[in-house]
């Protein structure tokens, strides 16, 4: 699966972004998904996951209530809607793929290339 994260910028603090994630390659249906970020100096964080029919969610602490993660499999895309940005969202975000839920937290092997968000104070 390649994987091709998108929709990354600039924002005010309380503002909002979506982001994307385009896979092709293989059945992307057939894989769970999720969202990473990184912020500079420290370790990768886990954010949210989606079950392969969308049915189960899962999210961080950090971005319970304010981030909802999203995937279209008609369009082979997985989507994070952040709402309520913070400076301390301020990361790489990347987005990930793998068969099973303990492979996705673990040891993903699919991700995406990432993509800057930053939240201006």
């Known amino acids: 699966v390649q994987l091709q994260a998108s929709g990354g910028g600039l924002v005010q603090a309380g503002g909002s972004l979506r982001l994307s994630c385009a896979a092709s390659?293989?059945?992307?249906?057939?894989?769970?998904m999720g969202w990473f970020r990184q912020a500079a100096g420290k370790e990768r964080e886990f954010l949210a996951r989606i079950g392969w029919s969308s049915s189960t969610t899962y999210y961080a602490d950090s971005v319970k209530g304010r981030f909802a993660i999203s995937r279209d499999n008609t369009k082979n895309t997985a989507y994070l809607q952040m709402n309520g940005l913070e400076p301390e969202d301020t990361a790489v975000y990347y987005c990930?793929?793998?068969?099973?839920?303990?492979?996705?937290?673990?040891?993903?092997?699919?991700w995406g290339q990432g993509t800057q968000v930053t939240v201006s104070s």
């Open positions: 990930a793929a793998a068969p099973t839920i303990v492979a996705l937290t673990t040891r993903a092997p699919y």
């Open positions: 390659g293989r059945t992307f249906s057939g894989y769970h």
